[in-house]
């Protein structure tokens, strides 16, 4: 039995005191992996989101602080609208090779990795630390947590022992668990999370930055994009379900690029009576993505019937055709799952 | 010295430990005060919010668990889009007098118990909880602690060591939290705050009934109304100052009342140019109810020149006079108050 088997956490497990001991040692055994090492390459997914690169570069900022070189990458371009962390511009700025120690935050499986799969997998020791319950195990040693709510609570809990935390490292990983909870409103927010949020925030973590700079940090085309987005609303099955569009059209009257989507349809989510809210966002003539998200039904079934797929509450496909066609089709998909 | 003088709290106290023994004295005494009573009133303040339902049904929950006869009033109707709370009939639901124990929560000062400060007057103990630097320490007993986010978290500490949280009153705690700290996104929201939330989440406060029923439901006609409300801004000084104007009209064509238009001043903070959004609601012909927020320079000197004020960082007043004049009169204030 090695460790990375060992540390894959289950519900008995957790109440079982052996585990517990196995688990501490694993939290020490981050930091001492980071000690023995001179050179660390840190990856996180492509498209990276706030969780991403909040572990990421807390992990970077711990490791310089013990005097090691990193190189913190992602295949994929800087994000853009994450650009108001401090140390954003280290993100894909390439400095060393030879590395000792690779460590990858945020990744569900080895594929999240993109081009940098293969670097990774040249260094002597790789790490994997993350959250999500489908997790393929694919490092050297795993430190997957999925009743943790993000990437960021699990490097809290790694280093938190370790009196390396100071106020940016705070502010980075109270990020990711702010972004990956929807601010402490998700079900993945657990009294630990709190916990954890609480302490970040006596570490000297920078909440009102957070909150300034990211959640209150739309642009007026933005803002005014919101505005069609929501007139674009259909409600159908007694206002059960809410198809919004966004059409190429909408988005070059508002000055906006698709990254601008991001969040819309928690406009639908945020209807009483809706339990099923979907955003299709025109991509090309007659073709479509759309996103669903749901209250409780399985909305991958849904997805699964276009060739996407995803998890229960939020999936997404494309779908090709007539505006009507492709609505009428939705709605059918999410009324067939219902039906089940 | 009386206990009610030494239980305000300074900064200075904060740090005194002989405050501290005297702050314990003071959360040993809430229970004690409502165990030694048979009947007891809880007033909360005009138009409640989350923060004053909370607080208040916490405590009569409490003090029922203790076998007390509990009347818990306001001097306004109940707040229909607070109709989720469990409890929510039992507010103004008036069974008892002859009360021995007054409680007030959530109060700034003894007004804000408009009709039901006579009643509460003639208690022979009065009990005062509240989070307001301002407060006026009306009561006999003033438990007030400007440093705390919310009235509910005042009561959390004063209770917490008691056993008595079961998982009802953690819901009721934690809404008041969430709420008064815009779910934990305002400057109030302290590592405290969020150690209290956690607290609350680990005895059973329901995050999911919180967030479904009041964070998520909003009706198709209040999300229509926030569309025009959108569409309606105007941007001022280099798109510093937003203001967005809620007419008569709007909320016939989009079926809405009053209430509805709660919280739409958000969306002009939530743009990261602004540092001043306002919100205009027609009030009458020709008459704005108008309210300023602001994320740093003070708006309570704007509404003053209208004749009203408020906070900081928040402040309202009305303005009569035709749209337009009443637009740039508004733009003049808050351009005033920058110069200065």
């Known amino acids: 039995m090695n460790l990375s088997s060992i540390l894959r956490c289950s519900t008995a497990q957790k109440s079982n005191p052996y585990w517990r001991t196995l688990r501490t040692v694993a939290a020490t055994t981050v930091i001492e992996s980071i000690k023995k090492s001179a050179r660390i390459l840190i990856v996180c997914h492509i498209r990276p989101d706030g969780d991403s690169l909040g572990s990421g570069f807390a992990l970077k900022k711990v490791a310089e602080k013990l005097g090691k070189q990193v190189d913190f990458v992602t295949d994929s371009d800087r ?33 999240r990795l993109g081009k940098w799969l293969s670097v990774f997998n040249k260094c002597p020791n790789t790490i994997n630390i993350d959250h999500h319950r489908t997790n393929n195990r694919f490092a050297k040693v795993n430190y997957v947590y999925p009743e943790k709510s993000s990437a960021c609570e699990v490097v809290y809990d790694l280093i938190s022992g370790d009196d390396v935390i100071d106020a940016d490292i705070a502010t980075l990983l109270y990020l990711g668990i ?29 909440l009102e930055a957070i909150v300034n700079d990211f959640y209150k940090n ?14 674009s609303m259909r409600f159908f099955k007694d206002d059960y379900i809410v198809i919004m569009t966004i059409t190429r059209k909408m988005l070059e009257e508002c000055g906006c690029d698709i990254t601008d989507t991001e969040g819309l349809i928690d406009y639908g989510m945020s209807i009483g009576s809706v339990g099923v809210a979907v955003c299709m966002t025109e991509q090309n003539v007659r073709s479509y993505k759309v996103s669903y998200r749901s209250k409780g039904i399985d909305v991958s079934v849904a997805a699964l019937m276009f060739g996407g797929g995803g998890h229960k509450l939020a999936a997404g496909c494309v779908v090709n055709g007539h505006y009507e066609d492709v609505v009428r089709k939705i709605v059918k998909s999410v009324t067939d799952g219902i039906a089940e």
Request: charged share 25%; net charge negative.
């Open 79 to 111: 994000p853009s609208h994450y650009s108001f962390i401090k140390c954003f511009y280290e993100l894909n700025d390439k400095k060393y090779s030879g590395y000792d120690l690779g460590i990858a935050v945020d990744c569900a499986d080895d594929t």
């Open 178 to 206: 702010s972004t990956d909870t929807g601010n402490f409103m998700h079900n993945n927010t657990k009294p630990e999370t709190l916990a954890a949020a609480s302490k970040l925030l006596a570490l000297g973590a920078d």
């Open 218 to 231: 739309n642009t007026k085309n933005k803002i005014m994009l919101t505005a069609k987005a929501i007139e």
